[in-house]
């Protein structure tokens, strides 16, 4: 069971915009930075938002990020079939003295 | 350009120990931690902890103390993991990333663990 969660799944046809959602609490979402990954099948995870809605240089601009509170979200736009991966959210949690990890999203391009 | 390279795979038998090597390149060793991430076979991303290059200080995961130990060489800007008293779920995928204050900016390759008898 993870500390953040992530719906485990998420699609969208080529051209859409989709949204991964991920919930924690006041301990790591709710005072601490949210940093996204993906990771494309087989291969390292990726750095893809860093501080909430920070991209490094390098990823397109259809991705973003957001935080509200105690839950952030990844959107990305314009999906293409190269978005196919797994998404993972990750912050620090002031409770556990840990970084925490989402479970991890599966986004399929129909 | 920055490159962290990892050693190679490894069998080991329940109980036993494992040191992985992650050798950084390309930016300067002591003015980063590296955190390791690890990832069970077809299941998320656990973080297992990190180290200071520059002062050797760390923070490991609680489910780990006392079974890992994370220790840097800056003389060969290479940072070691090493997990004691092997179970069968401690077969994973073992990550090191460059940690900038909780961004990791680049990751290993990747050491794949096995543990069985």
């Known amino acids: 069971q993870s500390v953040l969660t992530q719906p485990p799944s998420a699609s969208g046809t080529p051209g859409q915009r989709v949204t991964i959602s991920c919930s924690g609490s006041?301990?790591?979402?709710?005072?601490?930075?949210v940093y996204w990954y993906q990771q494309l099948p087989g291969t390292a995870p990726k750095l893809l938002i860093y501080?909430?809605?920070q991209r490094p240089s390098g990823v397109p601009d259809r991705f973003s990020g957001s935080k509200s509170g105690t839950s952030a979200s990844l959107a990305i736009s314009g999906l293409r079939s190269e978005d196919e991966a797994d998404y993972y959210c990750?912050?620090?949690?002031?409770?556990?003295?840990?970084?925490?990890f989402g479970g991890g999203t599966k986004l399929t391009v129909l | 350009q920055v490159q962290l390279v990892q050693s190679g795979a490894e069998v080991k038998k329940p109980g036993a120990s494992v040191k992985v090597s992650c050798k950084a390149s390309?930016?300067?060793?002591?003015?980063?931690?590296i955190s390791w991430v690890r990832q069970a076979p077809g299941q998320g991303l656990e973080w297992m902890g990190w180290?200071?290059?520059?002062?050797?200080?760390?923070n490991y995961a609680q489910k780990l103390q006392g079974r890992v130990t994370m220790t840097t060489d800056t003389s060969t800007s290479t940072a070691y993991m090493e997990l004691r008293s092997l179970r069968s779920d401690d077969t994973a995928v073992y990550y090191c990333?460059?940690?900038?204050?909780?961004?990791?900016?680049?990751w290993g390759q990747g050491t794949l663990v096995t543990v069985s008898s």
């Open positions: 006041s301990s790591n979402i709710g005072s601490n930075y």
């Open positions: 501080r909430n809605n």
């Open positions: 990333a460059r940690d900038d204050s909780g961004s990791y900016w680049d």
């Open positions: 990750a912050a620090w949690d002031d409770s556990l003295s840990a970084v925490v």
């Open positions: 180290i200071s290059a520059y002062n050797g200080n760390t």
């Open positions: 390309g930016y300067t060793f002591t003015s980063y931690g």
